[in-house]
T-cell receptor, first 113, second 113 residues
Framework: AQSVTQLGSHVSVSEGALVLLRCNYSSSVPPYLFWYVQYPNQGLQLLLKYTSAATLVKGINGFEAEFKKSETSFHLTKPSAHMSDAAEYFCAVTNQGAQKLVFGQGTRLTINP | DAGVTQSPTHLIKTRGQQVTLRCSPKSGHDTVSWYQQALGQGPQFIFQYYEEEERQRGNFPDRFSGHQFPNYSSELNVNALLLGDSALYLC????????????FGPGTRLTVL
């Protein structure tokens, strides 16, 4: 079975500061990993994905994530936070040929002016 | 290019009633997955449809059923509604060989009174 743990249900940073959202996964097969963002009262928007190519993945809105197999991690970062980054972020895992995404509980990102 | 669309946006039902939610996939996608997102939680996989057949099912009771039409659109039906069925229901579409990348619609907010 696959699972995802997002460390920190709520992260608060100042505008312009580094954003770091943590995600650890468990998978018995090579994983595919995703980060999605959810703005209030909206669906999920894909930020970026790892599907066994380059371990450093760049996504939209200046976000990137690094796949570290030895640490079973896929942390999301952004060098400089913007007010518009305030949202809920979800890490998810699946694998090649699988049908379902398994999500973490989410991390709410707050940006302080 | 229209993304994933869902209808209705909001729905209020009472316990014991039945509800049908609808989803149209992104152009070029033939696979539809449904997720339930309770307040403050990550999405939970309900089931996935491909070629008008249920391909995989999550840990949801038989009160939850679905259908996929020849044009790849899909319906989620929930019978004998319970208060605990109140949630945001998300539809996601993907190409059959898309490597697991699912694109989400805006969701339907179901409230059961």
């Amino acid at each position: 079975a696959q699972s995802v743990t997002q460390l920190g249900s709520h992260v608060s940073v100042s505008e312009g500061a580094l954003v770091l959202l943590r995600c650890n996964y468990s998978s018995s097969v090579p994983p595919y990993l995703f980060w999605y963002v959810q703005y209030p009262n909206q669906g999920l928007q894909l930020l970026l994905k790892y599907t066994s190519a380059a371990t450093l993945v760049k996504g939209i809105n200046g976000f990137e994530a690094e796949f570290k197999k030895s640490e079973t991690s896929f942390h999301l970062t952004k060098p400089s936070a913007h007010m518009s980054d305030a949202a809920e972020y979800f890490c998810a895992v699946t694998n090649q040929g699988a049908q379902k995404l398994v999500f973490g509980q989410g991390t709410r990102l707050t940006i302080n002016p | 290019d229209a993304g994933v669309t869902q209808s209705p946006t909001h729905l209020i039902k009472t316990r014991g009633q039945q509800v049908t939610l609808r989803c149209s996939p992104k152009s070029g996608h033939d696979t539809v997955s449904w997720y339930q997102q309770a307040l403050g939680q990550g999405p939970q996989f309900i089931f996935q449809y491909y070629e008008e057949e249920e391909r995989q099912r999550g840990n949801f009771p038989d009160r939850f059923s679905g259908h996929q039409f020849p044009n790849y659109s899909s319906e989620l039906n929930v019978n004998a509604l319970l208060l605990g069925d109140s949630a945001l229901y998300l539809c996601a579409s993907s190409p059959a060989l898309g490597g697991g990348t699912q694109y989400f619609g805006p969701g339907t907010r179901l409230t059961v009174l």
